[in-house]
């Protein structure tokens, strides 16, 4: 869990994934994780999962132009699935961490 002293965040790294109908790896597991920021820049729902392959219909939806938001109060410092419920579509973003 992230300390009052770690903010504001050290470190920002870009995200930018391609998530298409198979359970693709949005982000790795990362113990160093603050903050975990992703938009649907697709036409098709995407659906999150934490720790275990992404499911069409199961987990965290984010519809399109949605976003989904991770900091201290929810954070999952786990591996980050994703799965798209039609076309391959981007998801794009940013990970804030200590390193």
């Known amino acids: 869990m ?3 002293t770690d903010w ?3 470190v920002k790294t870009p995200i930018g994934v391609t998530i298409g109908a198979v359970s693709a790896t949005v982000r790795d597991d990362n113990p160093n994780r603050l903050t975990l920021d992703l938009v649907n820049t697709g036409a098709d729902i ?6 275990t392959p992404a499911v069409v219909g199961v ?3 984010i519809y399109p132009a949605g976003t989904a938001h991770m900091d201290k109060d929810n954070l ?4 980050i699935f994703a799965i798209s419920e039609g076309d391959d ?8 961490s200590l390193r």
């Open 2 to 4: 992230p300390r009052p």
């Open 59 to 61: 987990g965290d939806a």
């Open 8 to 10: 504001p965040v050290p």
């Open 76 to 79: 999952f410092l786990g591996e």
């Open 89 to 96: 579509l981007l998801l794009v973003g940013h990970e804030g």
């Open 46 to 51: 995407c659906w999150l999962s934490e720790g």
